[in-house]
């Protein structure tokens, strides 16, 4: 059963960039290495880490492909696949279906602020596309509106339709979901510092941004959690508070590659309107090692 399989950790992978902000291959390879050496349990691409706003459409299906080709540990490949257009999304989608993809993460339409009933007419009629299982993104923050639990609730009875990644940081909202949804509708953290409280309220997992950095330590504290050592996971969480703040503090990739250059993974190139992050951020990364 899929649920099964993206139980727990997907790292939501970082796009590397060389200095002219072509792709770098090379990092990226460097980069799924790094991860393999976790217990991560999935690989989410292309999703707001990796940076898809400013990666054309060509791009995106290469990197594809080479994180195909170079999973060490052939784990499940989620794909971020996002947008304001449904029917623009449709043909994307349709492009993928020979790819082997597991499933597809997708945020809500931004920019247009859809009411609910809007969201939800989009997401039925995408999922009714999608040759694959469709993961809804609640990201409030990034879309400019909110998916309410009520919204969730009624798309969780499309059959193709599997999940969501809630970031909304709203953790009513998150309980009612779980309370009102199907035991094998997942419930998936959007937010690092918010796994461990979400996971006590009944969370699949999380798709991660600071797996890039800490894969193993971050991993280690969901699968605990997970088995309901609430003790033990909260002693490996507050290990992890600091770098929490950090990767949040300059917003996100830049301050997660500006970690992973402190920790000598990649570069901390990206592309605009995104601007690198301070030389401060990176002496605190270089503290904290």
């Given at each position: 059963m899929l649920q099964e399989k993206l139980k727990g950790t997907g790292v939501a992978l970082v796009t590397p960039f060389n200095k002219d902000l072509?792709?770098?291959?090379?990092?990226?390879?460097k980069v799924l290495e790094h991860v393999s050496t976790g217990k991560v349990d999935y690989l989410v691409v292309l999703g707001s880490t990796g940076e898809a706003a400013t990666i054309d459409w060509d791009e995106k299906l290469k990197i594809?492909?080479?994180?195909?080709s170079n999973n060490i540990k052939?784990?499940?490949v989620v794909m971020g696949l996002g947008g304001n257009n449904t029917v623009a999304m449709e043909r994307e989608v349709q492009a993928l279906a020979d790819y082997p993809i597991d499933a597809i993460l997708t945020s809500s339409p931004h920019y247009n602020?859809?009411?609910?009933k809007g969201i939800i007419a989009h997401y039925q009629r995408f999922a009714e596309t999608s040759k694959f299982?469709?993961?809804?993104?609640?990201?409030p923050s990034r879309t400019g509106s909110n998916m309410t639990s009520e919204t969730t609730i009624e798309l969780s009875k499309h059959p193709n339709i599997i999940g969501i990644k809630e970031a909304s940081g709203d953790l009513n909202q998150c309980a009612k979901i779980v309370a009102n949804t199907a035991d094998d509708f997942m419930l998936i953290s959007g937010d690092d510092?918010?796994?461990?409280?979400m996971i006590s309220l009944g969370a699949h997992g999380v798709i991660s941004v600071i797996a890039n950095l800490f894969p193993a330590e971050f991993s280690e504290m969901v699968k605990v959690a997970l088995a309901g050592n609430t003790g033990q996971?909260?002693?490996?969480n507050q290990k992890l508070i600091t770098s929490y703040e950090l990767v949040s503090l300059e917003g996100n990739p830049v301050s997660l590659k500006v970690g992973m250059k402190a920790y000598g993974i990649i570069d901390d190139c990206?592309?605009?309107?995104?601007?690198?992050?301070?030389?401060e951020l990176f002496e605190k990364f270089k503290k904290n090692a």
């Amino acid at each position: 059963m899929l649920q099964e399989k993206l139980k727990g950790t997907g790292v939501a992978l970082v796009t590397p960039f060389n200095k002219d902000l072509t792709i770098d291959f090379q990092g990226l390879k460097k980069v799924l290495e790094h991860v393999s050496t976790g217990k991560v349990d999935y690989l989410v691409v292309l999703g707001s880490t990796g940076e898809a706003a400013t990666i054309d459409w060509d791009e995106k299906l290469k990197i594809l492909e080479f994180i195909i080709s170079n999973n060490i540990k052939k784990l499940p490949v989620v794909m971020g696949l996002g947008g304001n257009n449904t029917v623009a999304m449709e043909r994307e989608v349709q492009a993928l279906a020979d790819y082997p993809i597991d499933a597809i993460l997708t945020s809500s339409p931004h920019y247009n602020k859809p009411s609910q009933k809007g969201i939800i007419a989009h997401y039925q009629r995408f999922a009714e596309t999608s040759k694959f299982p469709v993961i809804l993104y609640n990201v409030p923050s990034r879309t400019g509106s909110n998916m309410t639990s009520e919204t969730t609730i009624e798309l969780s009875k499309h059959p193709n339709i599997i999940g969501i990644k809630e970031a909304s940081g709203d953790l009513n909202q998150c309980a009612k979901i779980v309370a009102n949804t199907a035991d094998d509708f997942m419930l998936i953290s959007g937010d690092d510092g918010l796994t461990f409280p979400m996971i006590s309220l009944g969370a699949h997992g999380v798709i991660s941004v600071i797996a890039n950095l800490f894969p193993a330590e971050f991993s280690e504290m969901v699968k605990v959690a997970l088995a309901g050592n609430t003790g033990q996971a909260m002693k490996l969480n507050q290990k992890l508070i600091t770098s929490y703040e950090l990767v949040s503090l300059e917003g996100n990739p830049v301050s997660l590659k500006v970690g992973m250059k402190a920790y000598g993974i990649i570069d901390d190139c990206v592309r605009l309107p995104l601007v690198s992050g301070s030389a401060e951020l990176f002496e605190k990364f270089k503290k904290n090692a």
